[in-house]
């Protein structure tokens, strides 16, 4: 891999702050410099110590970087890469993290004509958000997408994938508009549909609030962290791969209509067999090393 | 509470056995006789020994016992008091362990009439099921309903409520139908969409099988834990509470097709401010205990 020397991160919530603490800690020879629009998130980074340096300014904070990441909603990717533009060197390789590609990709070449940009989206997160969430151990074993533009340089895509791999990530390459109907299955979906059942339960006149926390153990306490989730970060996905998410609702739609009736009609054995072909995924989501195996997600009992 | 001497379990899965490991652990003095219908269950429910004696016959495992716990999936209650009616004693104490209660109760009062019967729900489990999968600290701290019927005598009543306080439960009553509407909303409605999309991830042509399980950790793998629950046990949970079930899909339904909407029509301030409002409700299940603090449920990274 291309030897990193300066790494600048634009954007010091979970996702950045994280990056900064993982570079500190596995790679303790690259200089990291992190940026944010916030002046109260600027702050918090230099009390939290994981950047080299912190800069007020966008476009100072890229002036020695060999890898810029934007880890910025993803709503807000067009102008950051705008704010940072004076200040980029000519062979700077300019990544992010954003949930959804293709438009992100667009927004990116746009903004920053003449510049090599390497878009990835490090599948990893929590519920909480903030410089304060971070952890350097957040990309260990999960996986990272990279999603070269037609015609990049193997070097610029190596830098990235080396790059993640150092943080202890998985890489895998594949084209933007796969990824973003990937992505709108295995976590856009299922944040909407968490997002909606929470706001469901929570507006329902049958069941109080109180009830609907006081009993959440029944399966419904699950639901609410991923709808703890960013809310700005979110909204700004389901805009973004809207095409995506509106096709896998389609999908989701159908398959609830079936057992929507299956119920109605009193057809167990319909739901049985379905229930029974749900719980195989279960199983190799935990094989394959991508849930913990413990009961419960391990929570205290 | 009136004083248990014997208390005998039928069904020894992981909510029967758990109740016999729990009674074990805190309430040494009482006997636990284990009926299960399964030759192998009775078998490794011996081996495991959680249980003072594991009966063969139904009607002779229920011959000494003040209380009487039926751990069966709601679709076989009925069975199961028909199988134990000859043994009971005519002053012992009938209860389960069922996920709905309108059915339960009714099928109960039909096959033991004359008996006292007082239905309960535990409101708790894991995705995991058999006699291996019980532990003794499962109800602690989670909430126990008691569904009396009308005309219930006190001191049955309390017996139950004392029963699973001893467990470590917190005991709350209240009628069968408004349990069946808060669990509808927050278990059997959350265990139906998890199902759903489980199955729709694996059906998805557009994304291999391998791709939704590396890519998991987004959000689906979420999904996949309850979704992994026993489908018999779900299957009858869905049949006996249908009506309640029916009623929160179609709230759920409504508001699914409005943030569907919204992402149509790029209305990103509605959305933003939906995410927004849920997220308070997932602190207030960590505020009042019923979920840990620990990011991403406390799973190592």
Redesign the interface.
Known sequence: MMALAHVTIVGLGLIGSSIARAVQERLPDVTVTGHDASSEVRAAARTLGFCDVVADDPAAAVAKADLVILAVPV?RMADAAVAIAPGLRADAIISDVG?SKRGVADALGQALPGHLVIPAHP??????SGPA?G?A??F?G??C?VTPPAGAPDEGVAAVTGFWQALGAKV?TMDAAHHD???A????????????????????E??T?S???????????????????D??M???V??AN?DA?????Q???E??TV??QA??R?D?AK??D??????A?????IE?G???AA???????
């Open positions: 709503g949930s599948v990893a997160g929590t519920e909480n969430a952890f151990t957040l260990e999960r996986w997408i895998e109907m990937v992505l299955m295995t976590s856009h979906l299922p944040h909407l549909i968490a997002y909606t059942i929470v706001g469901t339960a929570s507006e329902f049958e069941v609030e009830e609907v926390i006081k009993y959440s153990a029944g399966g419904f306490r699950d639901f609410t962290r991923i709808a703890a989730s809310p700005v979110w909204r700004d389901f805009l809207r998410v509106l096709e896998t609702l999908r989701f739609n398959d609830l057992l929507q119920i109605r009193g167990g739901l049985e379905w229930f029974t072909r749900t719980r995924i279960r199983r190799s989501i394959q991508q849930d913990d009961p419960d997600f391990g929570r205290k009992h």
